[in-house]
């Protein structure tokens, strides 16, 4: 599968995003990412062990927690993913955070139904990672290869809408 086709892949109209490693900072790409997805009004979560709100947001503390969430077709705060097909995550966490949250990912019972797409920012994943990726069978929906969805991602959002583009 192309890089293109899976930016396309990762939005969707009942998709669920989360942004592993959002930031409060507005000089960090967590804040900009996090930014970038809130502008565009699309549903995400800032997801920071560290942060109570970001950007008026309520912040949850892990990934495992809107996947189970998600997966009982359940409500998080003010985050209505009873109606979420499922979830597009982008990480701008480092690479051995990362790391750890893809086995976060794999602890949830039925994670490759829920898991739409992996984002990899740049510098937020290394060829662990990748490995750790494609084990899980999630590779085939992962971005990666240095691409930025400040760059690429208004172009994935088009195709996810017309995707014969």
């Not at 900009?32 to 699309?42: A, M």
């Not at 966490?93 to 039925?110: D, H, Q, R, Y």
């Not at 662990?128 to 760059?151: F, M, R």
Request: charged fraction near 20%.
């Amino acid at each position: 599968m192309s890089m293109t086709t899976k930016i396309g892949a990762f939005f969707g109209p009942s998709r669920q995003y989360a942004v592993a490693g959002a930031s409060n900072s507005p000089h960090k790409f967590g804040f900009k990412i996090f930014d970038w997805y809130l502008s565009r009004d699309l549903n995400a979560i800032p997801v920071n062990p560290r942060e109570k709100e970001i950007i008026g947001q309520p912040v949850v503390h892990n990934i495992e927690t809107i996947l189970n969430t998600l997966k009982d077709k359940k409500d998080l705060d003010s985050y209505h993913l009873s109606t979420k097909d499922g979830l597009s995550i982008s990480f701008l966490t480092p690479p051995e955070i990362t790391l750890a949250t893809l086995g976060e990912i794999a602890s949830v019972e039925g994670y490759k139904d829920l898991i739409k797409g992996l984002w990899f920012q740049p510098g937020s994943y290394s060829e662990g990672v990748i490995q750790k990726a494609s084990d899980l069978g999630l590779l085939n929906k992962t971005v990666y290869q240095d691409e930025c969805i400040l760059i690429r991602g208004d172009e994935g959002l088009l195709l996810s809408v017309s995707p014969n583009l």
